[in-house]
């Protein structure tokens, strides 16, 4: 089954202690992303990447870090986790919308609480 | 600066109605819009995407138009159904930059028996 695989989907813990959420697809997709959503504020970008070894900063970036290593994977890390970015988190993937449709299928979202 | 606009915020409506969900962009320099649905405490569902080439797609009962001159999208739901309550967002990928979607604020939708 083609899917967005978030890992944990659930998670609370304390200042300061690094984290990484963890997100998988299987669609040999080369666009993924990094989205949070909050009441009233909607869903916004956190980062994105086009392909292994490419990313770059969507509109909130601050205080969160990616990699791309492999194509499938696309790790959000929290180096130094504040109350504020206690939201909800999703991952997003797509194939490249140059050969593709670029149509974006998300994961199931992770909610992370930081005391 | 690409802004995404989603009115109204909520909706209620009873079963049987036909209705449109509204999307406005502020620049119509993008690559395609999408269409999504997501339902409380869950991940987005896909249900539409238009490229900027195309003016309407269709699934179902749904159909999404796009008119890219005056920035507006319409999501129309014909026969709605209590099965249909959700929020319902859209996004745009912006023409140049196509790594950056900005999303709308979504409209909640109630369709009440």
């Known amino acids: 089954e083609a899917q967005v695989t978030q890992n944990p989907r659930y998670l609370i813990t304390v200042t300061g202690k690094k984290l990484t959420v963890t997100c998988s697809q299987n669609m040999n997709h080369e666009y993924m992303s990094w989205y949070r959503q909050d009441p009233g504020l909607g869903l916004r970008q956190i980062y994105y990447?086009?392909?292994?070894?490419?990313?770059d900063k969507g509109d909130v970036p601050e205080g969160y870090k990616v990699s791309r290593k492999e194509k499938r994977n696309f790790p959000l890390i929290l180096e130094s986790p504040s109350p504020n970015q206690t939201s909800l988190y999703f991952c997003?993937?797509?194939?490249?919308?140059?050969?593709?449709?670029?149509?974006?299928?998300f994961g199931e979202g992770s909610r992370l609480t930081v005391l | 600066k690409q802004e995404v606009t989603q009115i109204p915020a909520a909706l209620s409506v009873p079963e049987g109605e036909n209705l449109v969900l509204n999307c406005s962009f502020t620049d119509s320099a993008i690559y395609n819009l999408q269409w999504f649905r997501q339902d409380p405490g869950k991940g987005l569902t896909s249900l539409l995407l238009i490229q900027s080439s195309q003016r309407e797609q269709t699934s179902g009962r749904l159909n999404a138009s796009l008119d890219k001159s005056s920035g507006r999208s319409t999501l129309y739901i014909a026969a709605s159904q209590p099965g249909d309550s959700a929020t319902y967002l859209c996004?745009?990928?912006?023409?140049?930059?196509?790594?950056?979607?900005?999303f709308g604020q979504g409209t909640t939708l109630q369709v009440k028996p």
């Open positions: 996004a745009v990928r912006r023409y140049g930059n196509t790594g950056k979607l900005i």
């Open positions: 990447s086009m392909n292994v070894e490419v990313t």
């Open positions: 997003a993937s797509s194939f490249d919308i140059l050969g593709g449709s670029g149509e974006l299928f």
